[in-house]
Antibody, heavy 116, light 108 residues
Framework: QVQLQESGPGLVKPLETLSLTCDVSGGSISGYYWHWIRQAPGKGLEWLGFVHHSGTTNYNPSLQSRVTISADTSKSRYSLRLNSVTAADTAMYYC??????????WGQGTLVTVSS | EIVLTQSPDTLSLSPGDRATLSCRATETVTNNFLAWFQQKPGQAPTLLIDDGSYRAPGIPDRFSGSGSGTDFTLTISRVEPEDFAMYYCLQASHAPLSFGGGTRVELK
């Protein structure tokens, strides 16, 4: 059974870069789409983007080119970088895997707070 | 970008009731690439239905999905106590992927 585990700083200062990692265990990175999705406190879900194992990426244009998602197949992990964060980026961040574009299987999430 | 509108915002039901949740898209969701998720407080979302009508592994058959084009429905035939939660639809036919705003199914 595949397991996904998000990790990274729980507190990021405004205008700095948010960096998170999703470690994949119990399965291969190859052949799947690897997503990042977030949920602000008390709000709905927002898709940030995905990386395919081939390196193809697709991002939500609402993030205005602040986001980068990359995969390290040798380490079975993938990463999220979000530049120039503000308080509006405070959220629970989830990584998720999909055989197609649908994120079928999710990690438990990691809370990131943007504050000075 | 495809915008998904879920209705109602809140559904107040008793155990054993039938639940009907709606998800309407501003454009055609091609190939029925429409999924439904359940989210309980403090937990990650769980996939219930994929491709409009296919139950994910381990999902009870009281959950069913239907619809095509721009109108989709999630039905819970008889609500169980563990079904009180938030429900979200997601379209995965066009980038950017987009979620509906959610429907809360609460105990009446």
């Amino acid at each position: 059974q595949v397991q996904l585990q998000e990790s990274g700083p729980g507190l990021v200062k405004p205008l700095e870069t948010l960096s998170l990692t999703c470690d994949v265990s119990g399965g291969s990175i190859s052949g799947y789409y690897w997503h990042w999705i977030r949920q602000a406190p008390g709000k709905g879900l927002e898709w940030l983007g995905f990386v395919h194992h081939s390196g193809t990426t697709n991002y939500n244009p609402s993030l205005q080119s602040r986001v980068t998602i990359s995969a390290d197949t040798s380490k079975s992990r993938y990463s999220l970088r979000l530049n120039s964060v503000t308080a509006a980026d405070t959220a629970m961040y989830y990584c998720a895997r999909g055989a197609g574009w649908t994120p079928e299987f999710w990690g438990q999430g990691t809370l990131v707070t943007v504050s000075s | 970008e495809i915008v998904l509108t879920q209705s109602p915002d809140t559904l107040s039901l008793s155990p054993g009731d039938r639940a009907t949740l709606s998800c309407r898209a501003t454009e055609t969701v091609t190939n029925n690439f429409l999924a439904w998720f359940q989210q309980k407080p403090g937990q990650a979302p769980t996939l219930l239905i994929d491709d409009g009508s296919y139950r994910a592994p381990g999902i009870p058959d009281r959950f069913s999905g239907s619809g095509s084009g721009t109108d989709f429905t999630l039905t819970i035939s008889r609500v169980e106590p563990e079904d009180f939660a938030m429900y979200y639809c997601l379209q995965a036919s066009h980038a950017p992927l987009s979620f509906g705003g959610g429907t809360r199914v609460e105990l009446k």
